[in-house]
């Protein structure tokens, strides 16, 4: 072949090549179907794809749609027609702007959520970080950045990773919007917010969360997505919605997979 010939044949010759391991990847990730066939995540079903739900434990996710109160995000059990704010929202109003979750904090959601923190399953956040970006999309059309509410060092090193980071790496990936983990950082360890009342909840998260002075040109001006698993009493992401703003922040939203909704609303 002539040399001036050469050059040419590279670019014919590296697409040949991806297609044919494009085949082969096909042919091996049919060849595990057959011997591995997906299975739902939950209950181990048999599911069209990996890495899903099966039907039933799909219809036994209670997710959370409108109507509900644009601030708090929890719903509302008749439509009153038009966006409206709760009653919780208007007499205590959070320092969040938006709240928005995938799924009420029961049945499967629940069981998704411990096997994905407490059971080193850390495979479940492709799934519950696609479920909040869904969920989250109106929070992620104004947003600059996805900030993890972060964990204490101890407690992530008796746990190995932290699961907020994990949803937030996906809802990054799906979306388009960055993920910085280092921005917001936990600067004493709290105990359970499980039994505490509300002034004693204030107490326990006083001063746990900050902004490192070398995240702060990261944050400033912009509008954070503040991501974790779950939203509870609220007292955790208030604390680290307040640190952002301090650090800088102009406005920030929560997203969750799930939320606990009490009195049937």
Not at 23 to 38: E, M
Not at 191 to 201: C, K, N, P, S, Y
Not at 203 to 208: F, K, R, S
Request: charged share 25%; proline share 7%; hydrophobic share 50%.
């Amino acid at each position: 072949m002539p040399v001036d010939e050469a050059p040419r044949s590279r670019p014919a010759a590296r697409a040949a090549l991806a297609r044919a391991a494009a085949v082969l990847i096909g042919t091996g990730r049919g060849a595990l179907d057959l011997v591995y066939p997906p299975a739902c995540v939950h209950c181990r079903g048999a599911t069209a794809e990996p890495h899903a739900l099966c039907a039933a434990c799909w219809g036994g996710l209670a997710f959370i749609e409108r109507p509900y109160c644009e601030r708090l995000g929890t719903p509302f059990a008749v439509d009153y027609g038009g966006p409206l704010l709760s009653p919780a929202a208007i007499a205590d109003p959070p320092v969040f702007a938006r709240a928005r979750a995938a799924a009420r904090y029961d049945g499967i959601a629940r069981d998704l959520l411990h096997e994905l923190k407490y059971n080193d399953r850390p495979e479940l956040a492709r799934l519950l970080g696609r479920l909040m970006a869904s969920a989250g999309r109106e929070l992620v059309a104004d947003a600059d950045l996805i900030v993890p509410v972060p964990l204490h060092r101890l407690r992530l090193w008796s746990r190995r990773f932290n699961q907020a980071a994990l949803l937030a790496a996906v809802v990054s990936r799906l979306t388009g919007v960055a993920s910085d983990p280092a921005v917001l950082v936990r600067r004493k360890r709290t105990r359970a917010q499980v039994g505490l009342t509300r002034a004693e909840r204030g107490a326990n998260l006083q001063g746990a969360f900050g902004v490192p002075d070398e995240a702060r040109p990261r944050l400033e001006g912009r509008r954070a997505i503040l991501l974790d698993d779950v939203l509870t009493t609220g007292a955790t992401v208030n604390a680290a919605a307040r640190a952002l703003l301090r650090g800088g922040a102009v406005a920030v939203d929560v997203l969750t997979f799930a939320r606990v909704v009490r009195d049937g609303v």
